[in-house]
């Protein structure tokens, strides 16, 4: 059995085919979290054309129950999976805005395109020709690609982001690896090493400020600081890692925006 996992691709094609529609899979699932395309609050929905699954997922999602739904009378193990109703209302909403929620991500994604190309030492989100639609979630830089150790990636990565952080905006490491995740070192055995290009994505990447309302000035400030904070990293000879609590001192940002961004690049419904 063969599950999509498009949580984050609502809306989105590849090679002319909408992501979770069931070409590929026997079933499907999108996120609806405050920062996806459409949101619910919390929660998402699973997607099938197999009668069987759909019966064993609705029975699942309810504690167990059979098809009839009796009360106190469980047939197998369940969760508590039900959307309550307020939920789903924000959701049936949501969805019929599907596509001008969309192109007004596709808009800002073009923003940053546009902007951070003119900043050396950025590496832009790639998009495959076979993409006929991307369906934007978050926007992901990368920084530190061509320093040669994995110690000099992670200096520049945490220098910028932490120079964002100084002025209010909001950014993210995007992703930690799953394989270096506590859990997984502690019951598997993992370690640093196992997979050398996870490990070299995951500690050059920053989710950068996202949401269907950037406008050019806030994507303008935000490639400011990211250019600011990449010149200060190749003035300082990467010396800008804290192991012992010193560092060169580097000049700080000047003009700390008005703009808010820590607040308004997540969680923005409309």
């Not at 994995?150 to 120079?163: G, I, N």
């Not at 949401?211 to 904070?229: F, K, P, Q, S």
Request: with cysteine.
């Amino acid at each position: 059995m063969v599950i999509e996992d498009s949580c984050e691709s609502l809306g989105s094609e590849y090679k002319g085919i909408k992501a979770g529609n069931g070409a590929f899979s026997h079933g499907a699932v999108f996120a609806f979290y405050p920062n996806k395309q459409i949101t619910t609050g919390e929660g998402g929905m699973i997607v099938t054309d197999d009668d069987r699954i759909a019966r064993l997922c609705r029975s699942m999602s309810s504690q167990g129950r059979g098809e009839a739904g009796v009360w106190l009378s469980h047939e197998r193990l369940g969760y508590n999976y039900r959307m309550d109703e307020l939920s789903a209302a924000l959701g049936v909403a949501q969805m019929s805005r599907t596509e001008e929620i969309i192109a007004k991500r596709e808009r800002a994604a073009a923003m940053y395109a546009e902007r951070l190309a003119r900043v050396p030492g950025v590496r832009l989100p790639y998009v495959a020709p076979e993409v006929t639609r991307m369906s934007w979630f978050v926007y992901v830089i990368r920084v530190g690609v061509d320093e040669p150790t994995p110690e000099r990636q992670s200096a520049v990565r945490d220098h910028v982001m932490r120079r964002f952080q100084e002025v209010g905006i909001g950014c993210r490491p995007y992703f930690t690896p799953i394989h270096l995740q506590p859990f997984y070192r502690a019951e598997f055995g993992f370690k640093e090493g196992d997979f050398p290009v996870t490990e070299f994505a995951g500690r050059t990447s920053i989710a950068i400020p996202f949401h269907n309302h950037l406008t050019a000035e806030e994507i303008d400030y935000v490639a400011g600081v990211l250019e600011r904070a990449l010149g200060e990293v190749r003035q300082a000879g990467l010396r800008t890692q804290y192991p012992s609590g010193r560092e060169r001192p580097i000049p700080p940002v000047i003009g700390a925006p008005t703009l808010g961004l820590m607040k308004k690049c997540c969680h923005r419904l409309l």
